[in-house]
């Protein structure tokens, strides 16, 4: 179940990725969002219908159980639509009549072949070391006792994960309305898995794959018409994550060995792809990684910092235009 369930991830999350860019913006869906756009925007989506099934679970006091249900049901329905707009405008598009587009070449160069195969070596040996690593940094953690609570008693938030009786003063509102051990336990119970496969070792790749996705969204922004640059980008950031495996608070060491943890997702995959959206002024999608930072962090570690990076990119481009206007002026 679980080799089924990561061979199904992707597929589904470009279905709900390409329906939502085609409702966002339409007009240049085709032309100026890439196959990764796709990817992260499905997953992204994916987190948050697993924040919506949690919200309905939570405030019904309710099970995983009644998480799975509600889950299923909101993948469904998205799931739907998203093939109804998909392939409405895959009919529609085809009566339109379209200028013809300039291909870029598919096949690589040589030494693209080379930068592309050390990328290859050194993220596969990362996912490696995800897959079957024993180090992973759990100070100040409870993510993995708080998923094998909600398996045990099948309740959400009924109890300290840690003695197993009930919370003496309650939880934070905020801290509890966090989907990720939710939406860990969830799949841990469908894939037939132990929490501790999940959480240390599934997640983490998954995140890994994500921040590569990210990445690559960054390179483009920075290297438009360059794949030899965005390839080195790639390898060049697979190494320093490698050297950056050495101490807390470095991103490689988040990355490799905390990558289930929502501070790491979102510094790692938010974040960069934040920023690659900013760059190339893909203003439609940014409420989206904003609205999923929400759901994986708590307030104040967390909420505004996608907030902050895109209003420091606007008021840069405002300042920019605006000298540009005045220089144009003085001419």
Known sequence: MLALVAVALFPLSWLLGNAL??????????????????LLAGIFM??????????????RGQSVSAFTKYYFLLLSVAGALSCVISATCFLTGKKQATAPKEKQALTLEKREIWILAAFLVLAGAQLFGILFQTKVYLDYDLTLETVTEFLRADR?????????????????????????????????????VTPEWMTWHFIPAVTLAAAYLAYLSLARALFPKERFLRLLFLAVTALLLIVGDYGYGMEGFGLLHAGFQGTTIRGAVLMPYLIGLCLRKKWRLAPLVILTEVC???????????????AIFLVLGGIRSALLRRKEGRT
């Open 21 to 38: 860019i085609l409702i966002v913006d339409h007009q240049r869906a085709k032309t100026e969002y890439h196959w990764e756009d796709r």
């Open 46 to 59: 994916l987190i948050g219908l697993a924040e919506g099934a949690h919200l309905g679970a939570l405030v």
């Open 156 to 192: 959400l938030y009924g109890a300290n994960p840690m003695t197993g009786l009930p919370y003496e003063q309650g939880m934070p509102s905020r801290l509890k309305i966090l989907c990720l051990p939710t939406l860990y336990a969830f799949l841990t119970k469908i894939c037939h």
């Open 296 to 310: 994986l962090v708590w307030t104040l570690y967390g909420l505004g910092m996608g907030i902050a990076v895109t």
